[in-house]
């Protein structure tokens, strides 16, 4: 890295107070967004609340004696317009969340200045004047909670709000025109709004803190998490960005509990175990195998991968949303994860949960339709697998019930060819769009797997299916593992020698790209970064 690169960050973009946008994590932010669609809601509520609910209890001939302020009827009005507009604005999300949050800050002081003249009103009625914390003091409070930002924005937005109070005294007695209020009118509606406003500023340091605590704690070694990409049954993905690299990255995070760790000697052991099969994984080379940058256990405890970022779709939303594929093109895919479990199982790796979610197409590069298998970072190897001794519950039943071998379903010692099964039940829901056994529940298609013959695919679908790809199928189908084939790679060379596989040609592949996943190809061709991660906001 040249020293020219290292150049101090642009002023705008500094860790100031006054920052143009926030550091917080953008699920954070985006919650904000949220909650603050919801003030604004719940505003226009209270507004309409507070104004009718005397008349529906106050007797009549005791609401005759109060006098109702026009002012105080169109500052209502004007607060329930910004609070239902406030709310539509976060649910469009037609601009930036910074910026809707930015724009909540002017909500804040409309939604004072409003307060402020309706309490003003009451006062140049004749009403009663309250000196104790008053109703833009609680919103200047209640703000804060609501929509977290820096120090600076918190501040201005504070201030701005508090002034509302006596700016709302002096355009009521203007309008009424009536004498301008004594002075002491303005120290007691400014005193509680002050109050308010420092109080807010001094909530927004904890509350702003909490945040950037949240966005450090997310840092996984090199890399920082931005955006949340999924759950599922092993934890979340997140996309990262590396701190000085420009390179995407989608990090997978992994609580200890899912791993059998119950107490700190399983949590060492697993940790230990973890430590060993990850640096196994990452001498991985296949290309058709997802590429480990990193891993580590953060200081929760939690268990992380920091892989290469894909764009494409998993083999399961596929099918759900395209339905059944053609023959070739399912050759394809089984002759690219053939090769990754190849070389995983000649380096004694045993995969224990290959499914259509944990092999991805994408578009790598220029080409189209190339097959990774995911999750590796949830393998055995062969040495554990024939300990039982220290394996949990959790480690007897890791696995997908639909995908699961008989062997695995039974608590028996599994090897590679338990992949090979689960890879078999992959092409089934490929050429089917159906389950080897789909039953009501996973307890009952685990027994199924270990005790029913499966029907053949050919007999459950339209897409026309070669004799020699059916049979190869259903001999990973099979429940003894000494009658399926012994491993990967003669699943991979009977594939070739059928044809089918090169049947589905780049060109093929590109036009169905272009055709149903556009917004792929134009992620994949997008640049990566406009400039230097050293120079860009501090968000990223």
Not at 99 to 114: H, K, Q, T, Y
Not at 465 to 488: H, T, V, W
Not at 521 to 527: K, L, R
Request: net charge neutral; aromatic share 8%; proline share 6%.
């Amino acid at each position: 890295m040249s020293i020219k690169s290292c150049r101090p960050l642009p002023k705008e973009n500094r860790d100031t107070g006054w920052a143009t946008r926030t550091r917080l994590p953008q699920d954070f932010i985006e919650k904000a967004v949220n909650r603050l669609g919801l003030l604004g809601l719940l505003s226009a509520v209270a507004h309409v609340t507070f104004h009718y609910w005397p008349r529906l209890v106050v007797p009549e001939e005791v609401l005759r004696t109060i006098p109702e302020s026009p002012i105080a009827v169109v500052a209502m009005l004007v607060a329930i317009g910004a609070g239902l507009a406030i709310y539509a604005l976060t649910r469009a999300r037609i601009l930036s969340p910074d910026l809707i949050l930015d724009i909540g800050f002017v909500f804040e002081v409309v939604g004072a200045l409003c307060i402020g003249l309706i309490e003003s009103s009451m006062a140049s009625s004749g009403g009663p004047i309250d000196t104790r914390l008053g109703g833009i003091a609680l919103w200047i409070t209640l703000f804060v909670l609501v929509v977290p930002n820096t120090l600076g924005k918190t501040a201005l937005a504070a201030l701005s709000s508090a002034s509302m109070g006596p700016i709302a005294l002096l355009t009521v007695s203007y309008i009424n025109r009536q004498p301008p209020p004594a002075p002491y009118l303005f120290l007691l509606m400014s005193l509680p709004n002050l109050m308010g406003a420092v109080i807010a500023m001094i909530l927004s340091r904890f509350v702003y803190g909490m945040g950037r605590d949240v966005s450090k704690a997310r840092e996984m070694g090199s890399y920082k998490l931005v955006e949340l990409l999924g759950r599922g049954g092993m934890g979340e993905v997140w996309r990262a960005e590396h701190r000085l690299i420009a390179r995407p990255a989608a990090i997978k995070l992994i609580q200890p509990h899912i791993l059998g760790c119950s107490n700190p000697n399983e949590t060492s052991i697993v940790k230990r175990r973890f430590e060993r099969e990850a640096q196994a994984t990452a001498m991985l080379s296949s290309p058709h195998t997802i590429h480990l940058y990193d891993f580590g256990v953060t200081e929760d405890g939690a268990f992380y991968y920091a892989m290469e970022l894909l764009h494409g779709v998993d083999l399961d939303t596929l099918i759900d949303k395209y339905g059944p594929i053609p023959a070739e093109r399912v050759s394809h895919f089984l002759v690219a994860a053939c090769s990754s479990l190849e070389e995983a199982h000649g380096s004694g790796l045993v995969h224990r949960d290959i499914k259509p979610a944990n092999i991805y197409t994408c578009r790598y590069a220029t080409e189209y339709d190339f097959v990774k298998v995911l999750d590796f970072g949830v393998v055995k190897s062969r040495e554990d697998l024939t300990k039982q001794t220290n394996l949990t519950l959790a480690d007897a039943t890791a696995g997908t019930p639909g995908f699961m071998a008989p062997e695995m379903a039974l608590g028996a010692a599994v090897d590679g060819r338990a992949d090979i099964y689960a890879l078999g039940c992959v092409a089934y829901w490929l050429l089917t769009g159906k389950l080897v056994f789909d039953e009501e529940n996973s307890v009952a298609t685990m027994l199924a797997h270990a005790s029913k013959a499966p029907i053949p695919p050919s007999r459950r679908t339209e897409i026309d299916i070669p004799a020699k790809l059916e049979d190869l199928i259903m001999s990973c189908l099979q429940k003894e593992p000494g009658s399926r084939p012994s491993n990967a790679r003669e699943i991979r060379r009977a594939i070739q020698e059928f044809g089918l596989a090169d049947a589905w040609t780049p060109e093929r592949a590109e036009k169905w790209w272009t055709l149903h996943l556009p917004e792929k190809i134009a992620a994949m061709s997008a640049p990566a970064v406009k400039e230097s991660p050293l120079h860009v906001n501090a968000e990223t």
